[in-house]
T-cell receptor, first 117, second 113 residues
Framework: GAVVSQHPSRVICKSGTSVKIECRSL??????MFWYRQFPKQSLMLMAT?????????EQGVEKDKFLINHASLTLSTLTVTSAHPEDSSFYIC?????????????FGQGTRLTVV | QKEVEQDPGPLSVPEGAIVSLNCTYS??????FMWYRQYSRKGPELLMY????GNKEDGRFTAQVDKSSKYISLFIRDSQPSDSATYLC?????????????FGQGTELSVKP
């Protein structure tokens, strides 16, 4: 399958600071990227969907001013958690979808464990 | 009621057992059904993908979809300790660039040597 690289895998930050998470599709062009949040022993909750070159579409209840998403190119999307607070601590996962081998499967990054102290 | 229901487990089986994982759903518009495997602190990886009703087999894994009952299953034959992971079902109405995946909460599986 195609490779999606997410960086960093773990980050600890102080309350009030901002954190940027990168998601790259390494061997295919990702026209759509999805950002998820996952709490321990819970499912993936979709936060937002972004298409290259356009504004992200946020799910209900997700603060777009707090979770800034940029999908500037066909291989890179970033999620910035602004003014992070301890309740933002979670596992964030990106997923990229594009034409790979004729299909339109979605491939996941390895996730980023964010801890806000 | 959640759109997709999945028993979170945990499920513990001995090595070599047949494992049955299941999800039920409420949205009859779902047409594409997927099973993902997620190891601890990693992103999910796609195991099986099925369109509409029917069975699909890939090695030790078999996916079944029964749209009339709104019920999907994943069977793992000859389970191995390396199969220990969380298994997530996911489904969508439209499997293209914009189709959102709706996930079950995942079933934690442990295969004991």
């Amino acid at each position: 399958g195609a490779v999606v690289s997410q960086h960093p895998s773990r980050v600890i930050c102080k309350s009030g600071t901002s954190v940027k998470i990168e998601c790259r599709s390494l061997d295919f062009q990702a026209t759509t990227m999805f950002w998820y949040r996952q709490f321990p022993k819970q499912s993936l909750m979709l936060m937002a969907t972004s298409n290259e070159g356009s504004k992200a579409t946020y799910e209900q209840g997700v603060e777009k001013d707090k979770f800034l998403i940029n999908h500037a190119s066909l291989t890179l999307s970033t999620l910035t958690v602004t003014s992070a607070h301890p309740e933002d601590s979670s596992f964030y996962i990106c997923s990229a979808r594009g034409l790979v081998g004729g299909g339109t499967e979605a491939f996941f990054g390895q996730g980023t464990r964010l801890t806000v102290v | 009621q959640k759109e997709v229901e999945q028993d979170p487990g945990p499920l513990s089986v001995p090595e070599g057992a047949i494992v049955s994982l299941n999800c039920t759903y409420s949205n009859s518009a779902f047409q594409y059904f997927m099973w993902y495997r997620q190891y601890s602190r990693k992103g999910p990886e796609l195991l099986m993908y099925t369109y509409s009703s029917g069975n699909k087999e890939d090695g030790r894994f078999t996916a079944q979809v029964d749209k009339s009952s709104k019920y999907i299953s994943l069977f793992i034959r000859d389970s191995q300790p390396s199969d220990s992971a969380t298994y997530l079902c996911a489904m969508t109405t439209v499997y293209n660039q914009g189709g959102k995946l709706i996930f079950g909460q995942g079933t934690e599986l442990s295969v004991k040597p």
